[in-house]
């Protein structure tokens, strides 16, 4: 029977990666903001699930998929499409560079609270998951360290970035190395037009709607009005107050304002994402140290876990309201090895993404032959 990444993956890391950001805060929170499933909706948990749903939303579905031996699928391969957390594998090609060249120290010691000054607590659970792992406690409101003294390892940290989906991270590491660094990382793997926009600030749009750009800013000026806000909100800490007080005391926006929201987050296309776990798990990727550490993060998670014929599972994903996303690549005994992108965004419901695994179409297509002749039939309708 093929394998799905919730088997691969163990513990509570499979689940994180599919939480959506609206469960992020208060469980009285979450069950004002989140709009009950609809008994059609197809079980994004399942293979079958999953051709349902791409059956009845093709233009809501870009993906891509290839092997070494042949194997190519692509639907609407080169269409931009929200990334959710799928993006922070460039963020770990950045930090995975700067080590091999010298300029980061992966044993270096950072402080919880500098990590913590990126942190906006919409990130279903994510963060205060990381900690629990990293056994740091926390305050009384399970979202942040209880001492912000603490210290843990950068290699830590980035590997909380993948491992949990922590959103802190990404921006601390393109902040630390500089946005320029995590684009050139990108391209060096394959990634040409990557979408390094702050994260932090993509979520105080939301929370703090005044801050947000008006509709129809040019892409430029939005990037440049999020590194100001993120800088804001990492030096100010009557800012990260107010934001945590409000979180705290306020529902989230409605979820058809998530929804819009989360349309106008960062974006790619499946085939540049794509490209960034094919050069890794070939080893094409900066070859030496910088292709094994960005690797060693990515496939640690399945470690362990492997069928037999299987020597590597690479995988990062992603969820937004409406939006489920993964970038994964498989290394097999014989030498094969397949990588590919899923971007959905359109119909999927709260409860879907609760559930969603967006890597299944993926890892099926390369296990099983009838079944990816199934999901070619759905494909072309």
């Given at each position: 029977?093929?394998?799905?990444?919730r088997?691969?993956?163990?513990?509570?890391?499979?689940?994180?990666?599919?939480?959506?950001?609206l469960?992020?805060c208060?469980?009285?929170q979450?069950?004002?903001?989140?709009?009950?499933?609809?008994?059609?909706?197809?079980?994004?948990?399942t293979?079958?699930?999953?051709?349902?749903?791409?059956a009845?939303?093709?233009?809501?579905?870009?993906?891509?998929?290839?092997?070494?031996?042949?194997?190519?699928?692509?639907?609407?391969?080169?269409?931009?499409?929200?990334?959710?957390?799928?993006v922070?594998?460039?963020?770990?090609?950045?930090?995975?560079?700067a080590?091999?060249?010298?300029?980061?120290?992966?044993?270096?010691?950072?402080?919880?609270?500098?990590?913590?000054?990126?942190?906006v607590?919409?990130?279903?659970?994510?963060?205060?998951?990381?900690?629990?792992?990293?056994?740091?406690?926390?305050?009384?409101?399970?979202?942040?360290?209880?001492?912000?003294?603490?210290?843990?390892?950068?290699?830590?940290?980035?590997?909380?970035?993948?491992?949990?989906?922590?959103?802190?991270?990404?921006?601390?590491?393109?902040?630390?190395?500089g946005?320029?660094?995590?684009?050139?990382?990108?391209?060096?793997?394959g990634?040409?037009?990557?979408?390094?926009?702050?994260?932090?600030?993509e979520?105080l749009?939301?929370?703090?709607?005044?801050?947000?750009?008006?509709?129809?800013?040019?892409?430029?000026?939005?990037?440049?009005?999020?590194f100001?806000?993120?800088?804001?909100?990492?030096d100010?800490?009557?800012l990260?107050?107010?934001?945590?007080?409000?979180?705290?005391?306020?529902?989230?926006?409605?979820?058809?304002?998530?929804?819009?929201?989360a349309?106008?987050?960062?974006?790619?296309t499946p085939?540049?994402?794509?490209?960034?776990?094919?050069?890794?798990?070939?080893?094409?990727?900066?070859?030496?140290?910088?292709?094994?550490?960005?690797?060693?993060?990515?496939?640690?998670?399945a470690?362990?876990?492997?069928?037999?014929g299987?020597?590597?599972?690479g995988?990062?994903?992603?969820?937004?309201p409406?939006?489920?996303?993964a970038?994964?690549?498989?290394?097999?005994?014989?030498?094969?090895?397949?990588?590919?992108?899923?971007?959905?965004?359109?119909?999927?419901?709260?409860?879907?993404?609760?559930?969603?695994?967006?890597?299944?179409?993926l890892?099926?297509?390369?296990?099983?032959?009838?079944?990816?002749?199934?999901?070619?039939?759905?494909?072309r309708?």
């Amino acid at each position: 029977m093929p394998l799905s990444r919730r088997t691969l993956l163990t513990g509570c890391t499979a689940a994180v990666a599919a939480l959506p950001l609206l469960t992020a805060c208060s469980p009285a929170q979450a069950r004002s903001s989140i709009a009950g499933p609809r008994a059609a909706d197809p079980d994004l948990s399942t293979a079958d699930g999953w051709l349902t749903w791409i059956a009845g939303n093709r233009e809501h579905l870009a993906l891509t998929l290839t092997d070494t031996a042949g194997l190519r699928i692509a639907h609407r391969a080169r269409t931009p499409q929200p990334l959710a957390s799928a993006v922070k594998a460039a963020h770990l090609a950045a930090y995975a560079t700067a080590v091999a060249e010298g300029r980061l120290d992966p044993d270096e010691q950072v402080r919880v609270g500098d990590w913590e000054r990126y942190y906006v607590p919409t990130d279903g659970g994510a963060h205060s998951n990381a900690l629990t792992e990293l056994g740091i406690p926390t305050d009384a409101t399970g979202l942040y360290a209880a001492d912000p003294e603490r210290r843990v390892a950068l290699e830590q940290l980035a590997t909380m970035m993948i491992a949990h989906s922590d959103s802190a991270a990404p921006d601390f590491l393109r902040d630390r190395l500089g946005t320029e660094a995590v684009l050139h990382a990108a391209r060096a793997g394959g990634w040409h037009d990557a979408d390094v926009r702050s994260l932090c600030a993509e979520y105080l749009f939301l929370v703090l709607p005044d801050e947000a750009p008006a509709p129809g800013t040019p892409l430029p000026r939005r990037l440049e009005i999020g590194f100001d806000l993120e800088r804001r909100h990492r030096d100010d800490e009557t800012l990260r107050a107010q934001v945590r007080d409000r979180l705290l005391t306020r529902p989230l926006p409605s979820y058809d304002a998530q929804l819009t929201w989360a349309s106008g987050t960062a974006a790619s296309t499946p085939e540049q994402l794509a490209a960034l776990h094919r050069s890794l798990a070939e080893g094409r990727y900066l070859p030496g140290p910088a292709g094994d550490i960005a690797r060693g993060v990515l496939e640690r998670q399945a470690a362990g876990n492997l069928p037999e014929g299987m020597l590597g599972f690479g995988y990062k994903g992603g969820s937004l309201p409406g939006v489920l996303t993964a970038g994964m690549s498989v290394r097999f005994a014989d030498g094969r090895v397949a990588a590919g992108a899923l971007l959905a965004h359109g119909e999927i419901s709260a409860a879907q993404l609760q559930k969603g695994d967006p890597s299944l179409p993926l890892l099926t297509a390369v296990q099983d032959p009838a079944w990816r002749d199934r999901l070619l039939s759905a494909l072309r309708g």
